[in-house]
């Protein structure tokens, strides 16, 4: 998305709600010219600036705004979606007022439209594609919940389940539930059972996009601990790997960087940015879990990773996680822009290689 440095005729700053969004005009110097209240519709928007000449619309993302930036791109004007957690001046500021956010929007924009760091919305397709990769983790989630449910009720009846994993567990732990607590855990179980069958049904379809649209997960998938689920999800999440001129960028871009606050010889360790993606962060921090853990194979990554901790100190074990996931991060960006074969011991090897021609 390219943005006009050059201050515009007029500039709107759009605070989206669920219901009603507040807009507010500026003209080129600046000054207040109109102000309201607009339905969150598309009728109502095109009615408001379908007719209108084209505008700068600042807008912030959110529930609403991949499709709202539709329709006022359709009438003709220059939207700028803005990042919430990198515009200081909007996200932390202690007078929430929907005037007062429109307001910061169209001078913000007005000035340099960079000052509210714009983000561009994924194509249709990938953002159709990752809704399915979400549903997913919902029904992941109320399965986990639903365990959890039947483990605790067991317990405080003086019954412990038997290991298992959620995907056996209803079938398992159904001898074990006693008598007088079938009626209550019996219909759990057979809803475990559901979802079990609904979330292979997504695991299908998961693979099935990611060894027939998206072909370049299989570059990802060939590293240790990453697997169609989470190779799909970094190529649906990054979408276009070239609009990050370096790898190492990556990482900071889905919030895997510490914070930094450095003020004169002070510079303390802080906890990571936990910016961009959730979800796609959640599964990296998981296939670095995996790497670190004891199935985990024999590479570089493991190696690092394993030295981190290694090193003890606080929540050493925690920070080595998110260093190998954002390293992995890294990797995984390398791979696809490349189109490299994965080496598990590539730097292993060229280390020992350099050792035998100093030797």
Not at 66 to 79: I, P, T
Not at 170 to 177: F, G, L, Q
Not at 240 to 266: C, D, I
Not at 284 to 301: E, H, M, R, S, V
């Given at each position: 998305?390219k943005?006009?440095?050059?201050v515009?005729?007029?500039?709107?700053?759009?605070?989206?709600?669920?219901?009603?969004?507040?807009?507010?005009?500026?003209?080129?110097d600046g000054?207040?010219?109109?102000?309201?209240?607009?339905?969150?519709?598309?009728v109502?928007?095109t009615?408001?600036?379908?007719?209108?000449?084209?505008?700068?619309?600042?807008?912030?993302?959110?529930?609403?705004?991949?499709?709202?930036?539709?329709?006022?791109?359709?009438?003709?004007?220059?939207?700028?979606?803005?990042?919430?957690?990198?515009?200081?001046?909007i996200?932390?500021?202690?007078?929430?007022?929907?005037?007062?956010?429109?307001?910061?929007?169209?001078?913000?924009?007005?000035?340099?439209p960079?000052?509210?760091?714009?983000?561009?919305?994924?194509?249709?397709?990938?953002?159709?594609?990752?809704?399915?990769?979400?549903?997913?983790?919902i029904?992941?989630?109320?399965?986990t919940?639903?365990?959890?449910?039947?483990?605790?009720?067991?317990?405080?009846?003086?019954?412990?389940?038997?290991?298992?994993?959620?995907?056996?567990f209803?079938?398992?732990?159904?001898?074990?539930?006693p008598?007088?607590?079938?009626?209550?855990?019996?219909?759990?179980?057979?809803?475990?059972?559901?979802?079990n069958?609904?979330?292979?049904?997504?695991?299908?379809?998961?693979?099935?996009?990611?060894?027939?649209?998206?072909?370049e997960?299989q570059?990802?998938?060939?590293?240790?601990?990453?697997?169609d689920?989470?190779?799909?999800?970094?190529?649906?999440?990054?979408e276009?790997?070239?609009?990050?001129?370096?790898?190492?960028?990556?990482?900071?871009?889905?919030?895997?960087?510490?914070?930094?606050?450095?003020?004169?010889?002070?510079d303390?360790?802080?906890?990571?940015?936990?910016?961009g993606?959730?979800?796609?962060?959640?599964l990296?921090?998981?296939?670095?879990?995996?790497?670190?853990?004891?199935?985990?194979?024999?590479?570089?990554?493991r190696?690092?990773g394993?030295?981190?901790?290694?090193?003890?100190?606080?929540?050493a074990?925690?920070?080595?996680?998110?260093?190998?996931?954002?390293?992995?991060?890294?990797?995984?960006?390398?791979?696809?822009?490349?189109?490299?074969?994965?080496?598990?011991?590539?730097?292993?090897?060229?280390?020992?290689?350099?050792?035998?021609?100093?030797?």
């Open positions: 998305m943005t006009n440095a050059i515009p005729e007029t500039t709107v700053g759009l605070d989206l709600g669920d219901r009603f969004s507040y807009f507010l005009f500026l003209d080129r000054e207040v010219v109109e102000h309201g209240r607009v339905a969150t519709s598309e109502a928007l009615r408001k600036f379908g007719r209108l000449p084209p505008m700068r619309i600042a807008i912030e993302t959110g529930m609403h705004s991949r499709w709202v930036q539709k329709v006022l791109e359709a009438a003709e004007h220059e939207v700028i979606v803005a990042n919430p957690r990198k515009v200081r001046l996200g932390n500021n202690d007078t929430k007022d929907d005037r007062l956010d429109a307001e910061r929007l169209a001078r913000l924009a007005r000035v340099d960079k000052l509210l760091s714009p983000v561009q919305h994924r194509g249709a397709r990938a953002h159709v594609d990752l809704t399915i990769l979400r549903s997913r983790d029904l992941v989630a109320a399965r919940q639903m365990v959890n449910h039947v483990r605790g009720v067991l317990k405080a009846h003086g019954t412990r389940p038997k290991k298992c994993s959620t995907r056996c209803e079938s398992r732990v159904e001898e074990n539930v008598k007088e607590l079938q009626p209550a855990l019996f219909p759990v179980l057979e809803t475990l059972g559901t979802l069958i609904k979330i292979r049904d997504y695991d299908r379809k998961i693979k099935d996009l990611a060894n027939n649209r998206y072909p997960t570059l990802l998938t060939a590293v240790n601990g990453v697997g689920l989470i190779g799909l999800s970094y190529v649906l999440t990054l276009e790997p070239r609009r990050f001129k370096e790898s190492r960028t990556v990482g900071a871009f889905l919030g895997l960087r510490p914070r930094q606050r450095q003020s004169g010889s002070k303390p360790e802080l906890r990571i940015t936990k910016a993606d959730r979800d796609l962060r959640r990296l921090i998981q296939a670095a879990n995996y790497i670190l853990g004891p199935f985990g194979k024999d590479c570089d990554l190696r690092w394993l030295k981190l901790t290694a090193r003890g100190g606080k929540n074990k925690k920070r080595a996680k998110t260093a190998v996931a954002r390293k992995l991060a890294v990797l995984l960006h390398r791979l696809w822009v490349t189109g490299e074969v994965y080496e598990p011991l590539r730097q292993a090897s060229r280390q020992k290689n350099a050792g035998k021609q100093r030797a």
